[in-house]
């Protein structure tokens, strides 16, 4: 049995199995072959490189279900380490980070470090005013 990658003459590709390379001639010929997706009998085999990106396309996708890899792992250590680094240096100010980043950034109180919650409108109107934060970044969650 041999597998070919197909395409219909309005470019919708699928795969399908002949008994051998002769049986698919033979098939094509007859327009025996038909589209899945419109049953256009007009199919040839396709390009090597488009049935190349397929396959490429199912590997990324199945890396995204796959477990955790090392690098995963090591990723979310740094970013532990740098949530762990702000926690230990800089004022929790909770929901007030907004309020804090301004009275910092225009120099009503002392700098110093803060870290806390701003909700999107809070962020974009600091963006605006060009006071500058950084997004903490957020935990995948733990495994138990
Ligand atoms: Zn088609």
Redesign the pocket.
């Known amino acids: 049995m041999i597998r070919y990658d197909l395409v219909?003459s309005?470019g919708?590709d699928f795969d399908s199995w002949f008994r051998d390379a002769s049986a698919f001639d033979k098939a094509a010929a007859a327009k025996a072959v038909t589209?899945p997706?419109?049953g256009?009998g007009d199919i040839r085999k396709a390009l090597m490189a488009p049935s190349l990106s397929t396959s490429r396309k199912r590997e990324a996708a199945a890396l995204k279900v796959a477990a955790p890899d090392p690098r995963q792992l090591a990723m979310r250590e740094m970013l532990k380490q740098v949530r762990e680094h702000v926690e230990a240096n800089a004022d929790y100010v909770g929901n007030r980070f907004a309020e804090e980043a301004r009275k910092i950034h225009y120099e009503e109180v002392e700098p110093r470090g803060i870290y806390g919650e701003a909700s999107p409108e809070d962020a974009r109107a600091l963006i605006d005013e060009g006071i500058e934060f950084h997004p903490l970044p957020a935990l995948p969650e733990e495994g138990n």
């Open positions: 219909c309005c919708h589209c997706v419109c256009g």
